[in-house]
């Protein structure tokens, strides 16, 4: 919310001594007693003081909530045979849709809350320690003793694209209603929340209901085909839906079976008018950020569809795309943090998506070339 000049003046005085009194600020400020409580009181309103000892609350910043994980991926070099043994590559890396999305705003240069959880094993550490990053908050990160951490195994073709996949994340169940109650101060003054349908459905509802109290935008991925299901009783909460075709597919129509997807130019045109048809059909109200992969991202709002290309990439430059999807949605959220429009925050995301994929890790560090703050100032 905006702030007047005079709570502006009143905030960095309790910034520099946060035991000052009412009876101190008014000699410093040369305004009364009462005229100093009325300021105090609008600002504990607007959610910059947090109850009585006039604690500041923590900046706006982005909170992110969902799945952590060990990414185990096997690499085959050729034609996958069924019922043997085939050589390939196995490499391990961080993931987790959340702690993805998370890592990749950190590198993007904002602030951003990580609320997750793993277990109290050697992978649960070793993900806090790599994902560790001074915008990166991993404090309120749930240990859990009842399970271990998600483990997400993934089988990639000689194209680098996922084939297909098996995800252990019984641990998310640790993600629930109480988990987010006492975190809500957080959840209540972020400026976006982004989160995962690895939550359940009503865990998704009392996120919601947090956002929608206190007018925060809200950004969600569908994650798969299945847990896509997750989000279809509040697609007229949620503000921007983040899903793949097949997903997309799923959403619109609340049907499985329907899987979209893009091999040629010739489809390009088919696939965007299907997807126009099915959303003015579905009265949503969310906006849909589709992926494409190498055809780029669609942007449905009110019916209307934009097709935005994806930055060209050399063939013999990409490593593996699974992490492409999560670096676009975190490239989105930093587009429009920096009061980037959707179109424009779509298009700056590409570019982090295309260094995504030129490297076997799930997040590649390289990204923090990009730089969103100039791209809102050109």
């Known amino acids: 919310m905006h702030l007047t000049e005079r709570e502006k003046e009143i905030i ?5 001594d946060p035991t000052n009194t009412r009876e101190s600020l008014s000699r410093e400020l040369d305004i009364s007693v009462s005229a100093v409580g009325t300021h105090i009181h609008n600002l504990t309103v607007k959610g910059y003081l ?27 070099k050729n034609n996958f045979r069924d019922g043997t043994s085939n050589p390939g590559i196995i490499y391990e890396s961080m993931g987790g849709v959340g702690r993805n999305v998370a890592e990749n705003i950190a ?22 320690e790599e994902t560790e990053q ?66 359940k459905e009503d865990t998704i509802a009392y996120l919601l209901e947090l956002a929608e109290n206190s007018q925060i935008l809200t950004v969600a991925d569908p994650v798969s085909i299945e847990k896509s299901k997750r989000l279809v009783p509040f697609l007229d909460k949620i503000k921007i839906i983040t899903p793949n ?36 059909n579905s009265k949503q109200n969310s906006l849909f950020i589709i992926s494409a992969g190498s055809f780029g991202a669609f942007i449905i709002e009110k019916g209307k569809i934009k097709h935005i290309p994806c930055q060209v990439v050399n ?12 670096s676009l949605t975190a490239g989105i959220i930093a587009g429009l943090v920096n009061s ?39």
């Open 12 to 16: 960095e005085l309790i910034k520099k």
């Open 107 to 128: 590198y993007l240069g904002e602030q951003v809350v990580l609320l997750t959880a793993v277990g109290q094993d050697h992978y649960g550490d070793k993900i806090i």
């Open 315 to 326: 063939k013999d430059k990409v490593i593996e795309t699974t992490g492409a999807g999560d």
């Open 245 to 280: 075709l097949s997903e997309a597919g799923v959403l619109m129509q609340c049907d499985s079976q329907k899987q979209l997807s893009v091999s040629d130019d010739s489809e390009l045109k088919t696939v965007m008018e299907f997807l126009e048809r099915h959303y003015q």
């Open 340 to 378: 980037l429009s959707v179109q424009e925050s779509v298009k700056q995301a590409m570019q982090v998506a295309a260094l995504t994929i030129q490297s076997e890790r799930t997040v590649n560090p390289d990204i923090q070339k990009i730089n969103f703050k100039k791209a809102n100032e050109e």
């Open 134 to 199: 001074p915008s990166l908050d991993l404090s309120h990160i749930l240990r859990s003793s009842q399970y271990r951490t998600g483990i997400y195994m993934a089988y990639l073709d000689e194209t680098g694209d996922l084939k297909g996949a098996i995800s252990d994340m019984k641990i998310l169940n640790e993600i629930n209603r109480n988990y987010l109650h006492r975190h809500r101060r957080i959840i209540e003054n972020s400026s976006i929340i982004f989160f995962d349908a690895n939550l």
């Open 50 to 76: 947090l109850g009585r000892g006039y604690l500041l609350a923590p900046a706006k910043q982005i909170v992110v909530i969902g799945g952590s994980n060990l990414d185990i991926k096997g690499y085959i």
